[in-house]
Structure formats: C-alpha cells, structure tokens
Nanobody, 118 residues
Framework: VQLVESGGGSVQPGESLRLSCQAS????????KGWYRQAPGKQRELVAV???????DIADSVKGRFSISLDDDKYAMYLQMNSLQPEDTAIYYC?????????????WGLGTQVTVFS
C-alpha cells in the first residue's frame, strides 16, 4: 500500500488548509491512522491519530485548531487545520500501521509541505 499526501501550501497566519492522504488500497486490521509533522531541525512529532477503537489523540499544540477524519470508502484520511500559525510550518506525513504478527505493516507517505508566513 502506498500513501500520498496532498493539500499542503503556503498561507498567512489565521488561514486554513485541509490535507488529504490517499491510500492505494485497503489496510486491514489497522492499529492507527495518523498525521505527523517535522519542522526544520526538529524531530518528527505526532499531530493527530485515530486508533481502531475510534479514539483520537490530538497534540496539545494543535488541539482545538486541527481535526482528523477518515473516509474508509475512499481509503482516505484528512487533517483539517484551522487558525494556522508560523509554528505549524513543517512537512506533514500520514501514517498507517497495523496488521497481525508476523504480518505487521507501517506505511508512511512522502509528505507535503505546509508553510505559514510569519
């Protein structure tokens, strides 16, 4: 399965973007589907994740501004980002992990750049 992100871009503070992650096929028995980001000179960090239980985790730094959603029929996930700030500038990656031993998988996309002007 391949993951392809889209929807990144350059925006002014306070504006919104919606990122999309398209999977090339179904991901059976997934453990989690989520978005991560990596800013220049920083480690990759979790932004938002949905677990197979339906529970979601949102990073404190984006809570109340970002939301994650799935469209299982389209093999897609989305990250709605509102009230963007310069500190949100990063490459955003989607990730799907799951499976059962010994057939575990951990898929990552190549990322999409989000730049918020300061």
């Amino acid at each position: 399965v391949q993951l392809v992100e889209s929807g990144g871009g350059s925006v002014q503070p306070g504006e919104s973007l919606r990122l999309s992650c398209q999977a090339s096929g179904n991901t059976f028995k997934f453990k989690s589907k989520g978005w991560y980001r990596q800013a220049p000179g920083k480690q990759r960090e979790l932004v938002a994740v949905i677990r197979n239980s339906g529970d979601t985790d949102i990073a404190d730094s984006v809570k109340g501004r970002f939301s994650i959603s799935l469209d299982d029929d389209k093999y897609a996930m989305y990250l709605q980002m509102n009230s963007l700030q310069p500190e949100d500038t990063a490459i955003y990656y989607c990730r799907i992990e799951g499976g059962e031993v010994p057939f575990l998988y951990d898929y990552w996309g190549l990322g999409t750049q989000v730049t918020v002007f300061s």
